[in-house]
């Protein structure tokens, strides 16, 4: 009697296929604006594809949303869901923010800090793409302990990532020191 009324809920099979999706998008999007940061006119040349990009990513975004919110029974908990859907969301918001910056300020050239750290958000949108590929029994089992640790790669990306910063940032503050 249990399976019969199990089987007229409502079941979503698609979050994986939805975050497949995203993760590739993310990537899409760190590879544009690591281009833009070639400097030039690559600048407005791959603008509009972190725009397009961030949009898909929201589209996608929405719709794992409302299948969380319309389906009785998902694959693992809703609230980490919706944080995974967010997460995800949010490094593509911040990449569309940059590539927002870059135009506003109408910067065409770029430091090798800069790049580098183009290049760090390409290794972890690939990461993040990687870890999507993952099996998740442990997170769907209720273990927290391997999904709330570090993992090495990201732990060995935000070493470098934070020396860029900075980096960037005492050589922008003794440019604008020296102007002054």
Known sequence: MLKWFQALLPREERFFDLFAQHSKILVAGADALRSMLDGGNAVANYYQTVMDREQDADNITRDVLIAVRSTFITPFDRGNIRDLITSMDN???????????????????????????????????GLVQEARGRPMSSTIAGSRSSTSSTPAPIRWLSSPATRCTTTSRRSSTASTTSAT
């Open 91 to 125: 490094a593509i918001d911040q990449m569309q923010k940059t590539a927002k910056t870059i135009m506003l300020f109408d910067q065409r050239s770029f430091t090798q800090q800069q790049q580098q750290m183009g290049d760090a958000i390409v290794t972890a949108a």
